[in-house]
């Protein structure tokens, strides 16, 4: 079935480490982003990316990288910058055209030890 | 940038339609309305959009103002399964890219 696989579902860092999240679609979608959830809150926009090799900040893009080297694939760095990176981080995707809707993975819970 | 306005939460009963309304006074011409639906853990879920007229799909039916500055998800008969919180959102496009703006929705509660 066609979809959006994050890696791991769960996720636990030390401080001072920085943590790759998977994420890999097969809906051949040319558009791809990563949000950050915090308990009780809606969705931040981290990064986005519409084309292989090519990515822009969202609004919350400091102590974060990403790389879109395969348009399959969009995997999310949080760096030792990230001062509070517990969250739930999810991935998505779209085909190309500013309105097409967004599908998104299941998510990954990242935790600090 | 166009903002949603939504109720924190709202009950509804299970089998009856459930209503939910999202102002959005500050569309512009082209921005289409999305509505998601997060179920505890998991990823949003995609479940309608549009522009001017009335859609209805599978899931839902959403209704638009002629003016456009409000709408109404509405499911026809909901489920215990239908309990989630849901996002009403308009999609901002600007040169170079563009980002969905999601709100902290509104949390249905579905009772038996």
């Known amino acids: 079935d066609g979809g959006i696989t994050q890696s791991p579902k769960y996720l636990f860092r030390k401080e001072g480490q920085n943590v790759t999240l998977s994420c890999e679609q097969n809906?051949?979608?040319?558009?791809m982003y990563w949000y950050r959830q915090d308990p009780g809150q809606g969705l931040r926009l981290i990064y986005y990316s519409q084309i292989v090799n090519d990515f822009q900040k969202g609004d919350i893009a400091e102590g974060y990288s990403v790389s879109r080297e395969k348009k399959e694939s969009f995997p999310l760095t949080v760096t030792s910058a990230q001062k509070n990176p517990t969250a739930f981080y999810l991935c998505a995707s779209s085909r190309e055209g500013s309105n097409q809707p967004q599908h998104f993975g299941d998510g990954t819970r990242l935790s600090i030890l | 940038d166009a903002k949603t306005t939504q109720p924190t939460s709202m009950d509804c009963a299970e089998g009856r339609a459930a209503n939910l309304p999202c102002n959005h006074s500050?569309?512009?011409?082209?921005?289409?309305v999305y509505w998601y639906r997060q179920i505890h853990s998991q990823g949003p879920q995609y479940i309608i959009h549009g522009l001017k007229n009335n859609e209805t799909n599978e899931m839902a039916s959403l209704i638009i103002t002629e003016d456009r500055k409000s709408s109404t998800l509405i499911l026809p008969h909901a489920t215990l399964r239908d309990t989630a919180v849901y996002y009403c959102i308009v999609r901002v496009t600007n040169t170079g890219g563009f980002k969905t703006i999601f709100g902290a929705g509104t949390r249905l509660f579905v009772k038996a």
């Open positions: 809906l051949n979608h040319d558009a």
């Open positions: 500050t569309i512009s011409g082209n921005e289409y």
